[in-house]
């Protein structure tokens, strides 16, 4: 019924900056959180950022100061801006976003390579 379509990753040299967007469509009535989570092989999903409707933020320490998120409601989109990169931030990157009802998505993840 909802579709995330992330776009925005790719190769990039640590320091350097990516923006990630997700773009939700299908039957939607309202979106309560929208946020990024990060995946690297033979690792756990972990969180990097959410966002709710309302604004309020969170962020994994590893990201506060460098990474950045926003959403425009209208567009039931949700973006993360990611500044001073790291190798270590190299990992698949999923959008998820959790409706009013509860029910939860996932994209198909958008591959973020940091070369040193």
């Known amino acids: 019924q909802v579709q995330l379509v992330e776009s925005g990753g790719g190769l990039v040299q640590a320091g350097g900056s990516l923006r990630l967007s997700c773009a939700a469509s299908g039957t939607i009535f309202s979106i309560n959180t929208m946020g990024w989570y990060c995946q690297a092989p033979g690792k756990q999903r972990e969180l990097v950022a959410t966002i709710t409707r309302r604004g309020s933020l969170s962020f994994a320490d590893s990201v506060k100061g460098r990474f950045t998120i926003s959403r425009d409601n209208a567009k039931n989109t949700v973006y993360l801006q990611m500044n001073s990169l790291k190798p270590e931030d190299t990992a698949v990157y999923y959008c998820?976003?959790?409706?009013?009802?509860?029910?939860?998505?996932w994209g198909k993840g958008t591959l973020v390579t940091v070369s040193s």
């Open positions: 998820n976003v959790v409706l009013a009802n509860g029910r939860g998505y």
